[in-house]
């Protein structure tokens, strides 16, 4: 089993992810394949809940034009969930696509900043924060506005890709 890690280097400091590929094939490729395409450079975590999430992801165009749309890999506006029964929201730092209901997985993305067992089953695990705890601790203190947004932005600056298993299994099979 090779684990797949990508760090997120941002503006709070770096956080550190296992992504689960072979039980969240889909949203694992999705989200490597964006990292990888350089797609979240730039992007905020523009959604903060203390004691719930900090969300990301979102399409950087759309602090100019709230038209713009999240892209994921598929090419399609949408994915579907990969629900898988060993995977809960039972601790802080599991990390999940954001979605709008059943079957809407995009860019986006959050990290838990507690379990939140109410989500179980309604979103796609596809990872676990392994290092980083001081910056999910920081991010967590910031000030936000009523709409839940940081007062201080949070960017994703870079993302280092330390493994990727899919795209060295595409390869090989070639």
């Not at 992810?17 to 094939?25: A, K, Q």
Request: with cysteine; charged share 20%.
């Amino acid at each position: 089993l090779t684990i797949m890690s990508v760090t997120l280097h941002t503006t709070a400091g770096d956080i550190k992810i296992e992504l689960f590929c072979e039980l969240t094939p889909k949203a694992a490729r999705n989200f490597l394949g964006l990292a990888a395409s350089g797609y979240y450079k730039g992007t905020s975590f523009h959604r903060l809940v203390r004691d719930f999430i900090v969300q990301g992801g979102a399409n950087k165009a759309k602090s100019d034009n709230k038209k713009a749309k999240d892209e994921n890999i598929y090419g399609g506006a949408y994915f579907e969930d990969e629900i898988v029964d060993s995977l809960k929201f039972n601790a802080r730092g599991v990390v999940a696509m954001a979605n709008k209901g059943p079957n809407t997985n995009c860019s986006q993305f959050f990290i838990t900043l507690k379990a939140q067992p109410q989500l179980n089953n309604t979103c796609t695990i596809f990872g676990r924060v392994i290092h980083g705890w001081n910056t999910l601790d920081a991010m967590e203190q910031l000030e936000v506005d009523h709409k839940n947004r940081p007062l201080e932005a949070i960017k994703i600056v870079s993302l280092t890709i330390h493994a990727n298993p899919i795209a060295d299994k595409e390869h090989n099979d070639q």
